[in-house]
């Protein structure tokens, strides 16, 4: 079984070990500090990496215990070590995976013919999908009919896994300030931040850049059995510490914080959060 191994655990502090022994050797030393927020799990991992390194291992271990898991996976910057990973691990079977992703950008109507940016179906091919078997779900495939994006979703008691970054406004997917923890799939107008944060000014002052996307909702991504919320970089630092601070309720202006109300979460972070 393959499993993250506590090998020890000394009150807050385990170290952690690879089970499987391929790639980076995480448990060379490096201490992975857990702490208990109103029952999330906090995991501090010594860098990006070794975040990327963990959550390959928490979809490994669901691969071996549920083969025919359905797994909805982000995109962006942060989960790219554990898409390099998870293609360098030819063991898994992914033969029976339903696999799906969390958004997707909307083209502008007047749309050049070459777009300016990558789609997320791209992204998701070039950093995985292209590598492994299973069945892949793209978002932008449904744009017309997102009941049955979800419906593919929530089939056969799922979505096992769901596995989030989070945006430096708090986003969740692309369910930007004031999506509601009962948000569905749907047609959204991004936030002025995400737009600059994806596409830099270039994407604020220029068309062709998509001004909208389609996003998963709250509710079909709090319907997750379990949900792994990956942040990295000193950048992420503060808004993964006001999302999940114990002392503040969950509210529409940061909907990474409607995840406190799930009671299978994992937050890793390569960063602290004091609590
Ligand atoms: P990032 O994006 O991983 O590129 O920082 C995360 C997000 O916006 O959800």
Redesign the pocket.
Known sequence: MMLLKTVQANGMIETIQPSTGRSNQLGDGNSLVTQDASGIQLIQASDAQAVGTLAAEHVAALLEEKPDASIVF???????PMYKTLRHWPHLDWRQTRLFH?DEYVPPPQRPKVLPYETYEQYMRRELWDYIAGSKYFLGHYIHDFAAYEQEILKNDGPDLVI?????NG????NEPGSSPDSLCRLIDLAPE?IQ??FGAEGMQRSGYPRQAVTLGMKTILAAKKILL????S??QGITQQAFDPSTPPNLNCPASWLKQHSNLVVLTDFALCF
């Open positions: 982000p995109t962006g910057k942060t989960p790219l969390l989030l970054g989070i945006g430096n986003h969740i997917a692309f995400t944060a994806n990956l942040a990295t970089g950048g992420k």
